[in-house]
């Protein structure tokens, strides 16, 4: 990838905190999870030292008072709340995985309600544009690369890296293309795997704000990346992530770790509060301890560490990253990356895509909830505090950021915080006609979503939230489905042939060929189902 990749933060502070013997504490996709690596560990009489983004003042907790005083130099107060200077614009946002960025086509995204173009060029390098012809508004993600340019193909205007209009086949042979014929631009960085983009066209981008993750850059550091589109408001989907409480019940028996009967009381220990975010330990009171350490940075970044020690003394380091990013009223997407040190041999065992669509099931055990908790706030447009039942032992952290929100969510375009709000001004515009890769995936290849078989975009569709934004889940699709054709195919024609046979060798063999041929086919059609079908639970099946 030819893209100059940003400086690392320097300022990484190792924590450590006593942890008696227990077994893994799950996270929002469970650490203890034998297929992905996450193997749990005894430890006796060793601690525990997890990696956080940006410098801690203290491992020591922090009462309410003096959490919120961390940054008085940078928050002034309103009345009894404390409100810090924030632009949202100012800040990196993740856009995609690197690996699942389109070689050959724009790739139309939003943040909030700016819809953005993304495209390599003939050089392998990222651009970024707003995603909108200056000719008549087309889109520009509705359009194809033409020798490294990207052009409009409403009229065949093209336009090249640093924006500048550079064809257009309606003027004069003889005319010059005018410097103001152009499209607005925005900063795009690659950083660990993950393509970021700046959204402020005034003020110019901080590399300091552009997150490193310690444990990613870790010799031997291994992880499983996803991504996903889903249907309901970032502030919702981050506060299902840092809410280890639903965990066995929502997810009981997903992962072959979470289980109901595992629900109880949890710890929480909060280390920091600024207008940057949060961080702080928890465990499960049973066990007495909080060996995990979850962190929430702005804009949209979180993140449970975990670091613990072999029976040979060696450590092993564990991370689940959550990267979200707001795609508009009711909607955003998700790069999801769970990852450690030391992985499995029975990981290894299985394909990646068994993985990703374990990861929709995940999140589609969710949507009901999550879905309708976003519609709430909507209509009651009240602060969360008045519809919240907040528990000390199980809601912290959906606490702690609902409160970051009342600091900062002034400089958002909207926002619901704990104890004040800001609802969006205008009603979301949506789209009757979405076209671009999602129409043309959809078109040539329908797939079952939440109600029957779907045969145009729907967020509540596994196919069209996960499988078209992954190279390597589409590739696995087409290759069963072109499987699946072959072997009927296959037995079709055996089974023909075993009729014309004269031999009963042969009837015998040609109709065993066909029924293998059969079973293939159907193994092949579950694959794909695996991979395109919502997950419904058992009590919601017709």
Known sequence: MALSLSPCLPHTTYLSKPLSTSKLTTTSVSFNNPLLGFKPVNLRNNQ??????????SASSLDQSKGEGDDRSEEESKGDRIVADYNWTEEWYPLYLTKD????????????????????????????YQDRCPHRLAKLSEGQLIDGRLECLYHGWQFEGNGKCVKIPQI??????????????????????????????????????????????????????????LPYDHSILLENLMDPAHIPISHDRTDWTAKREDAQALLFEVTERT?????????????????????FDAPCVLQNNRELVDKDGEKHYFTGLFLCRPTGQGKSMLIVRFGGT???????????????????????????????????????????KELYINLKS???????????????????????????????????????????????????SPAKGGIGTMHAPNLANRYFRHVIHCKGCSSVVKAFTAWKNGLSAAALVLTALAILASSRQWKTFLLLSATLCLGGAYACSTAVAMNTTNFIRVHRRL
């Open 48 to 57: 525990v030292r997890c990696h956080a983004v940006t410098d801690l003042k």
């Open 101 to 128: 960025v389109p070689d050959d086509a724009p790739l139309g995204l939003t943040v909030f309600d700016q819809q953005l173009v993304l495209y390599k060029d003939g050089n392998g390098v990222l651009h970024c």
């Open 172 to 229: 004069p042979a003889d005319a010059k293309i005018p410097r103001s014929v152009c499209v607005k631009t925005y900063d795009v960085k690659e950083s660990q795997g993950v393509v970021w983009v700046w959204m402020s066209q005034t003020t110019p981008p901080n590399p300091e704000k552009l997150p490193w993750f310690e444990n990613f850059a870790r010799p031997g550091f291994q992880d499983t990346s996803t991504i996903h589109e």
């Open 275 to 295: 207008h940057r975010g949060f961080a702080g330990w928890w465990g499960k009171e049973k066990d007495g301890s909080m060996p995990n350490f979850l962190r």
């Open 342 to 384: 030391k992985r499995s041999p029975l990981a290894k065992l299985f394909p990646k895509w068994y993985f990703h669509q374990n990861a929709s099931k995940v999140f589609e055990q969710d949507m009901g909830f999550l879905s309708s908790q976003n519609e709430v706030l909507m209509k009651e447009k009240v602060p969360t």
């Open 394 to 444: 199980s809601d912290t952290w959906v606490a702690e950021y609902r409160k970051w929100m009342d600091k900062v969510g002034h400089g958002m375009p909207y926002y619901f915080g704990h104890s004040t709000l800001s609802p969006p001004k205008l009603p979301a515009v949506v789209e009757h006609a979405p076209a671009g890769l999602i129409a043309g995936v959809s078109a040539s």
